[in-house]
């Protein structure tokens, strides 16, 4: 018996794989919704979301990448549902390549539905370079147009014939919230450069699960008001705005995931203890 | 006096404006082909140059690059049209976009790097030659689909926009997704080989990891929601155990590395602007 | 905070004066001591078994692109492996994420190889620029793990998710590994795949520990000095705080003079 449990600290990486493979997919296959409570973190997200005013502007940092869609994209579809939702007209700047052009074709999926024109409602600043995100976000808050000089089609910033919601959006004074969703440390630099101007502005934070641990001493100082954690934050936002989506969907494959890898920390921990208590063999009772 | 040359250099702006007019057409072609040959005589001239000559020029560079800075946001600033503003600060847009289009530079350079190694494996026919030959490949292909598609005559022409989608929602999409969800199966082999309750600290290191990741997922909160979610019973509940380790032990914890993290990012920073570190950076002449 | 307040005026000055003060007087002479770093002492052993195994080592300097200061540092601690590597004659891959310090890795090494009077050794086609997208990045180094079997891998410099691809790739091909990051999030899954971690200010001090270097050393006593400081003012103000309570109007008249512009 002793032996069997000693076997369970030394199973093959590639059974334990298969298995999580398994165990993903099937729970990804099957319809199951389950019920989620809140974070606080999350609550205050979705407060900060409600209570900010409408005559201000939202910026959104996009700065994931599709590596972090299942959890980023799913962040985004949900907070989105929510601006939108409030007809908060926005603006969307991104530091990694990727980031603009992924928020803006989901903003464009969910346009039609709450009447959202481009130009009117929210306007694309596109990516600009990741290694000069300090020096790009100090001169962004005082001047805007000045320093981020057009959008996505190329259109100037200065031209509020074609981007009528460049002709309110000068500088910080005018923005009222700041989503930034990354999979990354961009963060640091809009709390650094951006939250701070002004004597604060409320700050919603969308990172990746990893990175989240991070950022709670932000939370703590008031530097930002909300989080969402990964997909679970996602998830639980999803269920606020009433918009479940595919984040509702990968729930059950999230704690199956989970409790797979408690289930395998205890079954090496039980091989662990039977390790130790096998009786050694002396080696004067060996033949 | 002291305003005399405040204003003088406030004027800076202004004269580099009337020096240096932005040109279109023609003009503008030919200012920026000017520029690209000057920088390629500068490139030229500072290569024949003794590494103590391109170290005096580097260090020169990084200090007065830094001393931007450092100066813009030390000296007291005054409340001027409703913003904070010292004489350094309208020429912050200016920086900006210098460091931006440096920081560009690099985007050349890793498509200089990268088409240069690969090349010369698909030329001399090196082991895994194939393997570069889909560089070139996947790089011209995504380019050129990039470009071709993003140009307004071809935006609404279906063909081009479904092979866009393919190489880059279908192609590109899925290949990152992939990397990051191996990351899952890493992260199962790496706890299952990892955790074992060897100490006291690690039995410890167990028990918080448990309740964290049960108060992340309904499995865990299921194990608990029978109790109230108020009193001193709320406490008991997997996700209020499992907030109040990552809201009070991992935040303090990872403040406090953060305060050292951060004074050592000073202490390196400052080191590099005064250039104080020796033995690298074309110190010696190798 | 888009200019400085008298606060961080104040408070920058003496920790900049503090580590500059050090640098100095480290200069002039005055060693001090620094505490063993058991990831750094391990060095020497990972090498030394490349080096009987007859494998390549991999030298990674992380993703830092935002950050090129904590990429400099990582260059800085790799170099002092380098020359580990060149004076035993082992070969080192070096996969590089940020194509613009790609020169600096070349010069660094390559100075690394020269004062240990092995030049002739030094191969610039294993230092690589293979991509500045984060799972292509990771997914090249797991490849090159994989194939050239590495004896060695040494993950130093900013990590984000890619840090368990690699190390956990490096375990699978059986490697000793050493790693040192200031990205905290990482900690958890290197502490879980490598043999050694050097953990968040040992990240700063790795280099003065491995050099001696007096600029260095004294640096670091700076930094500890500065991170006293630091210390002694959080208690101070807990005490004040406490003792005294927010609301206190000496505590009012003290926030309104030190945190003015």
């Keep these: 018996m002793l032996a069997f449990f000693g076997r369970l600290q030394s199973i093959d990486r590639r059974v334990i794989y298969l298995v999580m493979f398994v165990a993903a997919a099937i729970s990804l296959i099957v319809p199951v919704t389950l019920p989620v409570i809140p974070s606080n973190q999350a609550l205050n997200a979705f407060e900060a979301i409600e209570k900010a005013p409408t005559d201000k502007y939202a910026l959104i940092g996009a700065d994931w990448s599709n590596s972090t869609r299942a959890e980023n994209g799913a962040q985004t579809y949900a907070l989105m549902h929510h601006l939108m939702r409030r007809h908060i007209k926005f603006a969307i700047v991104g530091f990694d390549v990727q980031g603009p052009p992924n928020v803006e074709q989901i903003v464009k999926e969910l346009a039609p539905k709450y009447g959202y024109e481009y130009g009117r409602d929210w306007v694309d600043w596109g990516f600009h370079p990741y290694n000069a995100i300090k020096a790009t976000l100090k001169a962004m808050v005082r001047d805007m147009p000045g320093s981020m000089k057009h959008d996505i089609n190329n259109t100037d910033l200065t031209d509020t014939v074609k981007l009528p919601i460049m002709a309110g959006l000068k500088n910080m004074d005018q923005v009222g919230l700041i989503v930034e969703i990354t999979p990354a440390d961009t963060y640091e630099s809009w709390v650094a450069f951006v939250q701070g101007y002004g004597g604060g502005k409320p700050m919603v934070h969308a990172p990746t699960a990893v990175m989240a641990p991070e950022a709670y001493q932000f939370l703590d100082s008031g530097q930002m008001v909300g989080m969402l954690t990964g997909l679970k934050g996602a998830i639980e936002y999803e269920g606020m705005v009433k918009q479940p989506g595919r984040a509702t969907k990968q729930a059950l494959a999230l704690s199956v995931a989970h409790v797979l890898i408690l289930l395998l920390i205890v079954l090496g921990n039980l091989g662990y203890i039977a390790q130790k208590r096998k009786p050694q063999t002396r080696l004067e009772d060996q033949p | 006096m002291i305003k005399a040359i405040g204003d003088w250099f406030n004027g800076i702006p202004e004269w580099l404006h009337r020096m240096f007019p932005a040109h279109t057409g023609a003009v503008g072609w030919a200012f920026i082909l000017g520029s690209v040959l000057l920088c390629i005589v500068l490139f030229f001239l500072a290569q024949q140059l003794r590494p103590a000559g391109r170290k005096a020029i580097i260090v020169t560079v990084t200090f007065l690059s830094g001393l931007f800075y450092v100066l813009e946001f030390y000296v007291p600033a005054k409340i001027v049209n409703g913003q904070e503003e010292n004489f350094l600060t309208p020429f912050l847009p200016v920086v900006s976009d210098l460091a931006q289009i440096v920081a560009a530079f690099a985007l050349g350079l890793g498509i200089y790097s990268l088409v240069t190694l690969h090349g010369k494996k698909v030329a001399k026919g090196s082991q895994g030659w194939f393997y570069s030959l889909v560089f070139f490949i996947s790089l011209i292909a995504m380019t050129f689909m990039g470009i071709w598609n993003w140009l307004p005559v071809h935006k609404d022409i279906k063909v081009n926009n479904n092979i866009h989608d393919i190489l880059y929602l279908g192609g590109l999409n899925g290949l990152e997704g992939t990397m990051f969800s191996v990351i899952a199966f890493y992260i199962a082999s790496a706890a299952y080989r990892a955790f074992r309750i060897r100490n006291a600290e690690a039995s410890l290191l167990m028990g918080a990891a448990f309740i964290v990741m049960m108060g992340q997922v309904y499995a865990g909160q299921w194990l608990t929601h029978w109790l109230p979610t108020e009193g001193l019973l709320a406490n008991a509940r997997v996700e209020t155990m499992s907030d109040w380790l990552l809201t009070r032990v991992n935040a303090p914890a990872v403040r406090a590395i953060g305060f050292g993290l951060g004074v050592g990012l000073l202490a390196t920073a400052l080191r590099i602007w005064l250039s104080l570190e020796r033995g690298s950076y074309f110190d010696r002449e190798v | ?261």
């Design chain 3, 1 to 261: 905070m888009d200019h400085s307040d008298w606060a961080n005026r104040i408070l920058s000055l003496f920790l900049c004066a503090a580590i500059l003060t050090m640098i100095f007087r480290a200069r002039r002479g005055k060693q001090p001591f620094i505490r063993r770093i058991p990831g750094l002492t391990a060095v020497d052993e990972a090498v030394g078994r490349a080096t009987e195994m007859g494998r390549p080592m991999l030298l990674v300097s992380g993703l830092g692109e935002n950050d090129l200061v904590i990429t400099f540092q990582a260059i800085a601690i790799l170099s002092n492996i380098a020359r580990a590597a060149a004076r035993f004659g082992n070969r080192i891959i070096t996969p590089v994420y940020v194509p613009q310090v790609m020169t600096v890795v070349e010069q660094a090494f390559q100075e690394a190889y020269n004062a240990e009077g092995k030049l002739e050794n030094f191969r610039p086609e294993d230092i690589i620029f293979l991509s500045n997208q984060q799972f292509a990045f990771a997914a090249a180094v797991a490849g090159i793990i994989q194939r050239e079997r590495v004896a060695a891998s040494f993950l130093f410099g900013q990590f984000f998710a890619e840090s368990l691809i690699m190390a956990e790739n490096g375990n699978m091909v059986g490697a000793i590994q050493v790693a040192g990051t200031p990205s905290t999030t990482q900690i958890p899954f290197l502490i879980a795949a490598c043999d050694y971690v050097i953990i968040g200010d040992e990240f700063y001090a790795a280099t003065a520990y491995l050099t001696r270097e007096p600029t260095l050393v004294g640096s670091l006593v700076g930094q500890d000095i500065g991170k006293a400081a630091i210390l002694l003012i959080c208690i101070i103000g807990v005490v004040l705080t406490t003792a005294m309570g927010p609301d206190n109007p000496w505590m009012h008249w003290f926030n309104h003079i030190w945190w003015s512009k």
